[in-house]
């Protein structure tokens, strides 16, 4: 069973991270220690470094993922480039591809632990994602 943190899980609107962190938990094993919502602020050179991550996802081995989740219908057109979202709500687009901002997310995240003591032994793989859990 994964390490989720936090745990339990707080109060969230979003189902499907809900459900998201419920497989993460169930179907990943001790190796994987899984951080949900997480935000960071660290001061750089050129100001400060900010981030947000729906999921983090680390193993020892295999490294570092920072997901985003969308939930509820998720559609893109690409004549005018731009990701529409609908649920319970309704209709809206997206202010920002949910992979780009998954990718701004990790490198962000990657260069605050690039200042860690320990970062040139481990220096992990890491990577993004987008997770649709209610798509098809």
């Keep these: ?57 680390t193993h020892p081995e295999l490294g570092l993922l920072a997901l985003e989740v969308k939930g509820g219908r998720v559609a893109y057109d690409p004549a005018t480039k731009r990701w529409t979202q609908t649920g319970h709500s309704g209709t809206h687009v997206l202010d920002e591809d949910p992979f780009h901002q998954a990718k701004g997310a990790m490198h962000s995240l990657v260069r605050i632990l690039e200042g860690q003591p320990g970062w040139e032994r481990w220096k992990p793989s890491y990577g993004f994602g987008a997770a649709f859990p209610d798509g098809r």
Aim: hydrophobic share 45%; charged share 25%; proline share 7%.
């Design 1 to 57: 069973m994964a390490r989720m943190v936090p745990f339990p899980m707080l109060p969230t609107d979003s189902a499907a991270e809900r459900r998201l962190y419920e497989g993460f938990l169930e179907q990943l094993d001790d190796a994987f220690v899984i951080y949900h919502s997480v935000d960071w602020v660290v001061g750089g050179r050129t100001g400060p470094d900010e981030g947000e991550a729906d999921f983090v996802i």
